[in-house]
Structures are given as structure tokens and as C-alpha cells.
């Protein structure tokens, strides 16, 4: 319906541009102009209602009133009728012209009178173009809105336009001119819409900066604690001293052990947000954004200590504080110079094997190796023989998870390159005296008067390796090295 009514009005402001051209609308081929469509049950001739434009079988025109008290259906009725009306009359009166013109010295005031008829230029019937154009105006101005708004406009503009156009007919009227109209046609283009940037499809979420996963922290069990310190008995000294000696003989025996209290504290991570309340009123989801900021920022300084920490002051126990480093030459399994070819699998199984042989073959079982993913491609998933066939055959997928001799490799970058971890992961403890705790407030210096809040979050906990067992915990801090070290001259 809306597409309809469009083409009536503009074949509307065609037929009253071509009256005010006057002659020169001649060359407009209206009948290029398809009206098919001009009503979806095709009554576009035809209606059931006798038609107010038909008196005494001839057609009269509509005044600007009774025309706006038609249905949209009954305009564009009246408006195929009035174009074939005029050019009907149009028609008659050049052919007048034309016969007139035979004789024209004679007939020249008749001809003055008909061609200014055709013209249409008198400002009575100007003054009732305007007012139709300012009734189809309103109609054009609904559908631009898409529904009826405040304001028009679009209206005034038009009206300022058709205005100024009958100010200049007049003036040529008065001087006994010819009027012509020049016509522009309006093009709607991207600059009509100033901030059409803002109509995007925006995609839901942020995307955030690349940042690490934290891995140390799952690889332990965590013991939850309800105190600051956390104690253990370990043995501290044992002797094993059985002896063979003859039947009903006494023994002087050497065994006993000694045990010693060992106490460790927990250490505290913390982090500080402070944030307008006013920021997160008028933008809610980034009080989400500060939480999950808060917690991210926390999980990979605890992440980062349990991996790299001193053990000392303030920082945490961590897996390289407790690790012993790999040597070639270790007593308990001396590989030095002894494997051919030596690369980077035969190292992290040289170190698995020293830390097996400390603990006795018993005690100590690695699980896990905690490498470099640049060193892992390098030494590992890039490695090749003469024959550019893949190495190794001792690594295996599991789930897309890289295993070697049954240990778990898990890369992150915290690891540095050109170093690695073996570790057995049962033979430490996290210890943690509270889960992350999250606290809001307003009271500090001047935030309540400035609307300021501070969200904290801190945790309390630490690695706990006894002394017994930190023979568990291997790391090899140069690599290249200790490659040159194991391998066959």
C-alpha cells in the first residue's frame, strides 16, 4: 500500500511541475510512467462509487479541499483522470494552435490566448498548485517517518520552495513573460545520516588483550586452612641400622629417628580497584569488567609465584625455590657424556630418572613437565632424522595433550626458554586460609563525598613442599647446556 501511494504522489508532483512548464512539459513521456500498480485489486479506472470529478458526463477539477477529503484509493482515481484529462485538453488546444497558426497575423491574439492556457501561468491556478503540493507534502512527510510525528519540516520546506517559485511567476506575469520552472530532483545520500557509524551491528562482548591461562595453581591438591599458619611433623633424621649377628646374641643397634615441627605461614596476594559509582550506574556491565579484572589480576600473580617465587619475605614457596637443579654428574644417576644424539627428550628423561633414583625408585614418581611452548616446537614437534621423518616416537597424544613416559607436558610462558620443570605434583600442597575475598567500600579519604568505591580482592595461601620431598621437584635452567652435557663425544 505504502509503495502504491509513493508512485500516486509522485506522479502527482509530475503532472503539477508539467502544468507549471507549460509547453515545455511536452517532452515528458508520461506514458513511460507504469500506474499498474497503483491499486492491488487493479481498480485503477473503475470504481463503484459514482465519481465527484464526473458532472454531466465531462470532468471537472477538483478544488485542493474537495481533493484532500478523497480516500487514498479515490486520489489516485482522480489523479489518472486529470492527466488524461489534460493532455486530452492539452492535445486540443495545440492542435487549435496549429491550425490557427496558418493564418497567424490574423488570429495572433487567439494564439497568445491559447499558448497562455497551455502555459497554465496565472497565479490563481499557481496558488492552487501550491496548495495540493502542500497537501501530498503531509502524505510524504508520514511516510518519511514511518508514521505520523511532530514538526513539519519537511512541509515548510516545501512551501518555502513553492513560495519562492510563485513570487518569480508573478514578477514574470507582471512584465508579460513567459514563466519557467527548473526542476532538481532530490537524491537521498549517505550524508543525510551524520552519525551513521552509530546504526552499526555491534558485536556483544568485549575483546580483551591475549593474556595467559594460569596452570600452576589445579596442578596441587589445596588445603583449606581456618588459621594463619599451618604445621606439620616431618622426620628429620632416621637411622636404619639392622645387623646380622649369631643366634641368642645381643645387638648393639644405631636405629632411631627424629622428628621436627615445621611451621609455615601463609602469604597474601592482593589487588585494589577504585572505581566512579557513578562510571557503573550509567555503564552496569562494567561492573563485571572490574570484578572479572580483579580476579584475573590476582589468579596470575598467584600463578606466577607458585611457579617463580623466592619463598622468602613476602613472596611465595614455589616450585623453583624447592627444585634442585639438574646436573649431569648427580651421583644418584651420573649421565654425563653417556647418550648418543643427545636432544631435548633424552634431557627431560635424564631428569626424570635423577629424580626417580632420589627418592629411591619409590618415593618420587613425576607426572608432570612444565617446558616453554617455543622450546617444545623447537626441540620436540619440529624435531626430524636424517630422513626428515618426525621424532619422537616416545611422545604421545592423549586428547590432543602431550605425554612423555607417561608425564604431562603443559607449556605456559611464565616458563622461560631455555628451561624446564620435572616435578612430581602429590608431593606439594597449596595451603589457603580463605577462597578470594572481594570487598567494596566507600569510606576511605574523601570517596564518599566523591561518589568513589574501592573493590579488593585478596587471597591467603602458599606451597607447601616438606624439606623430605624436595627431591621431587627438578629444573634445568640452561638447557642448551645440559644437552651438551649428557651427550656421547
Given amino acids: 500500500m505504502k509503495n502504491r501511494t509513493v508512485r500516486i504522489l509522485l506522479f502527482t508532483i509530475l503532472g503539477l511541475l508539467a502544468f507549471v512548464l507549460g509547453a515545455s512539459a511536452a517532452s515528458i513521456d508520461f506514458s513511460a510512467i507504469d500506474l499498474s500498480g497503483l491499486d492491488s485489486a487493479g481498480a485503477m479506472i473503475t470504481a463503484a462509487a459514482p465519481l465527484m470529478w464526473i458532472k454531466n458526463n465531462a470532468f471537472k477539477e477538483l478544488s485542493p479541499e474537495e481533493f484532500d477529503g478523497l480516500d487514498e484509493h479515490e486520489q489516485g482515481l482522480y489523479l489518472t483522470a486529470l492527466k488524461e484529462h489534460r493532455e486530452a485538453r492539452d492535445i486540443e488546444i495545440a492542435k487549435q494552435i496549429k491550425e490557427l497558426q496558418k493564418d497567424a497575423e490574423t488570429n495572433k491574439d487567439t494564439i497568445e490566448g491559447l499558448i497562455k492556457e497551455l502555459n ?200 623453583d625455590s624447592v627444585s634442585s637443579e639438574f646436573s649431569a654428574v648427580n651421583p644418584a644417576c651420573d649421565v654425563s657424556a653417556a647418550i648418543q644424539g643427545a636432544n631435548y627428550v633424552d634431557l627431560l628423561l635424564a631428569m626424570e630418572t635423577q629424580i626417580v633414583e632420589l627418592g629411591q625408585q619409590e618415593a618420587f614418581t613425576p607426572d608432570t613437565i612444565l617446558v616453554n611452548k617455543c622450546d617444545w616446537f623447537l626441540n620436540v614437534e619440529s624435531l626430524k632424522d636424517a630422513n626428515n621423518n618426525y621424532l619422537d616416537t616416545r611422545v604421545t597424544l592423549v586428547n590432543g595433550v602431550p605425554y612423555l613416559n607417561g608425564m604431562q607436558v603443559i607449556w605456559t610462558p611464565i616458563v622461560l626458554q631455555n628451561s624446564c620443570y620435572v616435578i612430581d605434583t602429590t608431593k606439594g600442597d597449596i595451603i589457603d586460609r580463605q577462597v578470594l575475598s572481594l570487598e567494596i567500600a566507600t569510606q576511605n579519604g574523601t570517596d564518599w563525598e566523591q561518589e568513589i568505591a574501592s573493590l579488593k580482592g585478596f587471597e591467603r595461601l602458599n606451597l607447601v613442599v616438606p624439606s623430605n620431598w624436595a627431591n621431587a621437584f627438578m629444573k634445568c635452567s640452561d638447557v642448551a647446556t645440559a644437552i651438551t652435557a649428557i651427550t656421547k663425544p
Avoid: H, W
Fill in 120 to 319: 497554465g501561468i496565472n497565479s490563481a491556478q499557481i496558488k492552487e498548485m501550491l496548495t495540493a503540493l502542500e497537501i501530498q507534502g503531509k502524505e510524504l512527510t508520514a511516510l518519511r517517518r514511518k508514521g505520523e510525528v511532530s514538526g513539519n519540516t519537511f512541509e515548510k520546506s516545501m512551501k518555502k520552495a513553492f513560495d519562492e517559485t510563485l513570487s518569480k511567476a508573478k514578477a514574470s506575469l507582471a512584465k508579460g513573460a513567459k514563466v519557467t520552472t527548473e526542476v532538481s530532483k532530490a537524491t537521498q545520500t549517505y550524508g543525510d545520516i551524520t552519525t551513521g557509524e552509530e546504526l552499526a551491528t555491534i558485536r556483544p562482548g568485549v575483546i580483551d588483550k591475549p593474556v595467559r591461562m594460569p596452570k600452576i595453581r589445579s596442578l596441587f591438591r589445596t588445603i583449606p586452612l581456618s588459621t594463619e599458619f599451618y604445621k606439620y611433623i616431618e622426620q628429620s633424621l632416621v637411622t636404619r641400622d639392622a645387623q646380622n649377628v649369631a643366634k641368642c646374641s645381643a645387638v648393639t643397634s644405631t636405629t632411631k629417628e627424629e622428628l621436627t615441627l615445621v611451621t609455615v605461614e601463609t602469604k597474601k596476594v592482593k589487588d585494589i580497584i577504585s572505581f566512579c559509582l557513578d562510571f557503573v550506574a550509567d555503564y552496569p556491565f562494567m561492573q563485571s569488567r572490574i570484578r572479572l579484572l580483579i580476579d584475573q589480576s590476582l589468579a596470575l600473580k598467584i600463578d606466577e609465584q607458585l611457579l617463580l617465587g623466592t619463598g622468602t619475605g613476602l613472596e611465595l614457596t614455589s616450585i
